[in-house]
């Protein structure tokens, strides 16, 4: 069985920040990353890099 190609995931919306989620609400959109303690969670009306 061959093995598969090593692939990586670059977070198009912020440059650190794992287990990134996007979701959009009643016009606004909510991203969310973990920290090392935490879930930080960001909204904005507007789906734009937070570099």
Not at 8 to 13: A, E, G, I, R
Not at 43 to 50: F, G, L, P
């Amino acid at each position: 069985m061959p093995n598969p190609a090593a692939t990586t995931f670059t977070n198009p919306l912020k440059n650190s920040g794992p287990d990134p989620w996007v979701t959009r609400r009643n016009g606004f959109y909510f991203y969310t990353n973990t920290t090392t303690r935490n879930i930080s969670l960001l909204e904005n009306t507007a789906h734009e890099s937070s570099g």
